[in-house]
């Protein structure tokens, strides 16, 4: 075998919540998984998103937001949707999504919380929801990245060290004087602060404390992560994809099933 080939049974390309969630899953299956990043940085978009997780009927829910319905939800997405909905994908999200994010908070040191008032999207629609059915991210110390934060993908607002704002703040402070509770959230983010700069702690919040939740859960998993490499093919065999070339600092790499790699030796 080529010193430039290696094999694994799942080779993730991309390092958001998705591709994290996939190779942590399938670490905890039992097979081999490496996550493959073009980017110099891991945590793709989730890392600069806001965070929030939309996965009606989860347990958190069930814990801390108001009874829900999980047919009102269906309802919803499918009315949002319309003809561009597969009516059988929704149907397994919504039967099948609480499970998975139960799977992921079990494996992964993710601590979310209900974002009390942040509306569905069209809340209007049949099956919405004005309090919302979403999910963020407890604010997280990176410390307990190490090396690893300097590479994780940066905010997209520069902020102070440790002064970091949740979904729920934004709800609550954007309003400004027109929200009575907004003064007293400017002084709670002002509390954390203190707070983290008194025990020198690294707090990120949103997207930036998923992504960070995700990556201690692989690394947990024994679950590799290379930057600086991009997805070059995909290889085939018998109609199957079982391998990818991916190039990294001008050299291409094979990665893969043991049948991928003999094909690109041929």
Same mark, same amino acid.
């Given at each position: 075998?080529?010193?430039?080939?290696?094999?694994?049974?799942?080779?993730?390309?991309?390092?958001?919540?998705?591709?994290?969630?996939?190779?942590?899953?399938?670490?905890?299956?039992?097979?081999?998984?490496?996550?493959?990043?073009?980017?110099?940085?891991?945590?793709?978009?989730?890392?600069?998103?806001?965070?929030?997780?939309?996965?009606?009927?989860?347990?958190?829910?069930?814990?801390?937001?108001?009874?829900?319905?999980?047919?009102?939800?269906?309802?919803?997405?499918?009315?949002?949707?319309?003809?561009?909905?597969?009516?059988?994908?929704?149907?397994?999200?919504?039967?099948?999504?609480?499970?998975?994010?139960?799977?992921?908070?079990?494996?992964?040191?993710?601590?979310?919380?209900?974002?009390?008032?942040?509306?569905?999207?069209?809340?209007?629609?049949?099956?919405?929801?004005?309090?919302?059915?979403?999910?963020?991210?407890?604010?997280?110390?990176?410390?307990?990245?190490?090396?690893?934060?300097?590479?994780?993908?940066?905010?997209?607002?520069?902020?102070?060290?440790?002064?970091?704002?949740? @979904? =729920?703040?934004?709800?609550? $402070?954007?309003? +400004? %004087? *027109?929200?009575?509770?907004? !003064?007293? #959230?400017?002084?709670?983010?002002?509390?954390?602060?203190?707070?983290?700069?008194?025990?020198?702690?690294?707090?990120?919040?949103?997207? @930036? =404390?998923?992504?960070?939740? $995700?990556?201690? +859960? %692989? *690394?947990?998993?024994?679950? !590799?992560? #290379?930057?600086?490499?991009?997805?070059?093919?995909?290889?085939?065999?018998?109609?199957?994809?079982?391998?990818?070339?991916?190039?990294?600092?001008?050299?291409?790499?094979? $990665?893969?099933?043991?049948?991928?790699?003999?094909?690109?030796?041929?």
């Amino acid at each position: 075998m080529s010193e430039n080939s290696e094999i694994f049974d799942l080779v993730v390309v991309g390092s958001g919540a998705a591709g994290m969630a996939a190779a942590l899953t399938a670490a905890h299956h039992g097979l081999s998984v490496l996550i493959v990043e073009k980017a110099s940085h891991w945590g793709g978009s989730t890392a600069r998103s806001g965070g929030g997780v939309w996965i009606p009927g989860n347990s958190v829910l069930r814990g801390q937001a108001p009874a829900d319905d999980i047919e009102s939800a269906r309802t919803y997405l499918k009315s949002i949707t319309g003809e561009y909905g597969d009516a059988e994908r929704i149907d397994t999200y919504i039967d099948r999504g609480a499970e998975a994010l139960d799977f992921m908070m079990a494996h992964a040191p993710l601590e979310l919380r209900w974002v009390p008032g942040y509306s569905d999207y069209y809340p209007e629609a049949p099956g919405g929801r004005a309090h919302g059915r979403s999910v963020e991210p407890k604010p997280f110390d990176a410390q307990r990245l190490g090396a690893e934060l300097a590479t994780l993908e940066p905010d997209y607002t520069l902020a102070p060290k440790n002064f970091v704002a949740t @979904q =729920a703040d934004f709800r609550q $402070f954007h309003l +400004g %004087l *027109r929200n009575p509770r907004a !003064p007293f #959230r400017v002084l709670r983010i002002g509390a954390r602060w203190a707070k983290g700069q008194l025990l020198r702690r690294h707090l990120l919040a949103r997207g @930036q =404390a998923l992504s960070a939740m $995700f990556r201690i +859960g %692989l *690394r947990d998993a024994n679950v !590799p992560l #290379r930057l600086n490499t991009s997805l070059v093919e995909l290889l085939e065999t018998d109609g199957r994809v079982t391998g990818v070339v991916v190039e990294s600092a001008g050299v291409e790499h094979v $990665f893969g099933y043991l049948a991928a790699l003999d094909a690109a030796r041929a």
